[in-house]
């Protein structure tokens, strides 16, 4: 099994940035087996959408919120991927979820970090 623990939410102003981090932890044959991993989010009342994902030749998919102010990184050694979001908005409020998928099309989820903008 594959554990996502994603951390690092808060609260942040508007126009302020945030990192947040999300780890695999668990079996790490199962580890080694991640094809892709990101970000979706969800808003009160509002349904999950992505922010981004990204595969093990650094392609990624930005979702429309995310373009041109979030970014990603990674940590191999660590087994750690990094959403670091820029110029925030009071409509980035929203839980943020560690994503993963495996070559075998197995899919987990963080436990979610909240992410709160707001003056």
């Known amino acids: 099994q594959v554990r996502l623990e994603d951390s690092g939410g808060g609260l ?4 302020g940035s945030l990192r947040i981090s999300c780890e695999a932890t668990g079996d790490i044959k199962k580890i080694d087996t991640i094809l ?11 349904q999950r959408e992505l922010v981004l994902v990204t595969d093990n030749f650094d392609r990624t998919t930005y979702g ?3 373009k041109g102010r979030f970014f990603t990184s990674r940590d191999d050694d660590k ?7 820029n110029s925030l908005e009071p409509e980035d409020t ?3 979820y560690c994503y993963a998928r ?3 099309n ?12 707001s003056s």
């Open 106 to 117: 197995e899919e987990y989820w963080g436990q979610g970090t909240q992410v709160t903008v």
């Open 79 to 85: 087994n750690t991927i990094y959403l670091q979001m």
């Open 94 to 96: 929203a839980f943020y």
């Open 102 to 104: 495996t070559k075998l």
């Open 36 to 46: 892709s991993m990101g970000w979706y989010r969800q808003a009160p009342g509002k």
């Open 64 to 66: 429309d919120s995310a």
């Open 12 to 15: 942040v102003q508007p126009g």
